[in-house]
């Protein structure tokens, strides 16, 4: 048996690296913003047909800790972006059983974006539907060195013993404790690369890279992925379920 995940198979986690809006942008002579605005149309797409398809988990990379390193105005018209998608759509995901959460460094993030992350994970804690997890100021190392600095701290409190830190005790000490790992990364754009996102939670991860830009990506290009993703053969290690 193939991608084994319940009778149909669908992931129950579904991570996106959405790249691709500023190519998208610059092939029709337009500047990068627009491509930004309308990746934000993909990802309520993305959004509205991963609820319906049953999927548990959807975590989007929304900006990464390296994309700090961009023109200062682009970086100011991605976090304006982000505040104007809480302002405008929590409510409705809100009333779609959707709860929001959002992983990365909020340290040193500006105050009153910090209370919209936290009035938007308080509003939507106890929603039942999917988990719309947005990764923002997000780093795959960083996030391991934090959690690293956590359970350092504990041992030399004595509240924990280094040979008590297994895979699951670190894992419980991310950003993404308590979320089951990805089943598959979809990254649009072309790039074949995981630019620093969820290096720890992706070791059994399925990969699938398509060609089309985040502005461009829809239901049917979450299909296709997930179709893709199905046909695969998972053995973590093991060997095929029939020869097994
Ligand atoms: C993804 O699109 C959005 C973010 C990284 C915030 P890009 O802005 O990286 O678009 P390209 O890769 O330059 O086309
Ligand atoms: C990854 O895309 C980050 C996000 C999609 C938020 P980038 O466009 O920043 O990645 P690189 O620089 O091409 O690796
Ligand atoms: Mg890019």
New binding site residues.
Partial sequence: MSASLGQDCTPRHVAI???GNGRWATQRGLPRSAGHRQGVEALRRTVRAASGMGIGVLTL????T??WARPQAEVRFLLELLRRFIRTDVADLHKSNVRIMIIGDRDGLETSLRSMFEEAEALTRDNTALKLVI?FNYGSRQEITRAVQALAQKVAEGRIAPADITPAVIGNHLDTAGLPDPDLLIRT?G?Q?V?N?LLWQCAYTEFVFLPEYWPEFDAASLARAIDIFRARDRRFGGLKAQTA
């Fill in positions: 690296i959405m790249d990379y929304s900006f990464s390296e994309n990764a754009g790039e690369r630019s996102y």
